[in-house]
């Protein structure tokens, strides 16, 4: 696309308001691990445990993010390419990734 296409592409109309683009969502390609890790920063002291390197659609992402959070009983979402989970609760999340098919790798301490 050179910068005369992109200059006449149409972002927002009177009948019709803000026009959204249609763009196919980016997987980041995976190096073959899962990586399971535990944060605390910028949640008041609140512990989460984030899964990253999944390299999943995010249809896909949210799908493994339910089955998560239903097997430890806890909360969490789907942030951009990564899933949080509410709580320490690593070893749990390991055996159902591994079971998945995934090879889980702690990182973080």
């Known amino acids: ?7 006449s ?3 927002y109309s009177t009948d019709k308001g803000k026009i ?3 763009t196919a969502p ?3 390609p995976s190096d073959g691990f899962a990586k399971v890790r535990r944060e605390t920063k910028g949640r008041k002291g609140k512990g989460v445990v984030v899964i990253s390197g999944l390299g999943l659609a995010p249809d ?20 951009e390419q990564t899933i949080e989970i509410q709580g320490d609760k ?13 090879k889980v790798k702690f990182t973080g301490g």
């Open 20 to 22: 959204k683009t249609e």
């Open 60 to 79: 896909e992402l949210k799908s493994l993010a339910s089955k998560l959070k239903k097997n430890c009983g806890t909360g969490g979402s789907v942030v």
């Open 90 to 102: 690593r070893e749990t999340i390991k055996a159902i990734l591994e079971k998945e098919g995934f």
């Open 1 to 7: 696309m050179t910068w005369q296409d992109q200059l």
């Open 26 to 28: 980016e997987v980041t």
């Open 9 to 11: 592409t149409l972002v």
